[in-house]
């Protein structure tokens, strides 16, 4: 099966886990860091999914796993133990339209979750498409030795520098340049080596040269 990559936008959409275990666990906190709405359905939770229930983080609905559960969901994970509870609930969100991604079996989703390299607002996803997890973890592996916490703060300070550059520079083709040449300079350097003040030393030069009359 071919999938089609995308990036959802789940800040503050009902989303719903049924299951309490660990995949269920893992599952809700990669759904919290999205800033969703967690609804977790099962009568049991791991030590962790209980304190999150217990702080007000996530919802608990301590019951076995019925359609109404359903409701308002955006987006639905199935990870219980149980085949055929998992399988029933990917076909209720079918019929409902609801985007579904199924512990076990897997081919009961309706979308698949990429192995996943963050560095703050950048993030790299790698997929097999379903046929090989192994591997997917293994491409994930390396991206991760070659794109380092210096990635994250290269990426704060261009989202900064165009916020800038859209205020005061009118042309597209200007904005580009600045980028480009902040990108194609040592200022990914200077960060991995941990050098901040040289850095935005340097992209200061960078936009005074780029942005000049």
Known sequence: MKYYPVNLDLRERRCVVVG????????TLSLLEAGADVTVVSPSLTPKLADLAAS?????????????????????IAATNDLAVNRSVAQHCRKKGILVNVAA????????????????????????SGASPALSRSIRQELEKQYGP???????KLAAVRKHLQEEVGSEESRRQVLEAIINSGVLELLRRGKLHEADHLISELLKQHTKS
């Not at 309490?20 to 599952?27: L, Y």
């Not at 079996?105 to 997929?127: C, K, N, T």
């Not at 210096?150 to 704060?156: D, F, M, S, V």
């Open 20 to 27: 309490g275990g660990q995949v269920a666990e893992r599952k």
């Open 56 to 76: 007000g983080k996530v919802i608990q609905t301590p019951a076995l796993f019925h359609e109404a559960h359903l409701a308002g969901a955006h987006l639905v």
């Open 105 to 128: 079996p897997p081919e009961e989703s309706s979308f698949i979750v990429p192995s996943v390299v963050e560095r703050g607002d950048l993030v790299i996803a790698v997929s097999t």
């Open 150 to 156: 210096e990635y994250e703060l290269l990426l704060t």
